[in-house]
């Protein structure tokens, strides 16, 4: 099944555009981006993960934008197949 969390952290079909997603977040902000990836690979704390894909989400929407598009399109070709 794939939600939300699945979509944006799990997903091995989305593993490269997420990797080009942190890498070009991580340019922008360095700070943050060590404790979304750490929170990223952990299933531990999920109250963590949210607010981490929040604050990516409200701090650097052009990005995350770029990254569903991406994904969206996989998905789509995916589906074609």
Not at 12 to 26: A, C, G, N, S
Request: aromatic share 8%; hydrophobic share 30%; net charge negative.
């Amino acid at each position: 099944m794939e939600d939300e969390r699945h979509f944006l952290l799990e997903c091995p079909e989305y593993k490269e555009v997420r990797k080009q997603f942190l890498d070009e977040l991580e340019k922008d902000s360095p700070e943050c981006v060590i404790d979304l990836k750490r929170v990223i690979r952990t299933d531990d704390d999920l109250d963590r993960q949210h607010e981490a894909i929040s604050w990516a989400m409200n701090n650097e929407y052009r990005l995350v934008a770029q990254f569903i598009k991406k994904c969206n399109k996989i998905r789509r070709d995916l589906n074609r197949n």
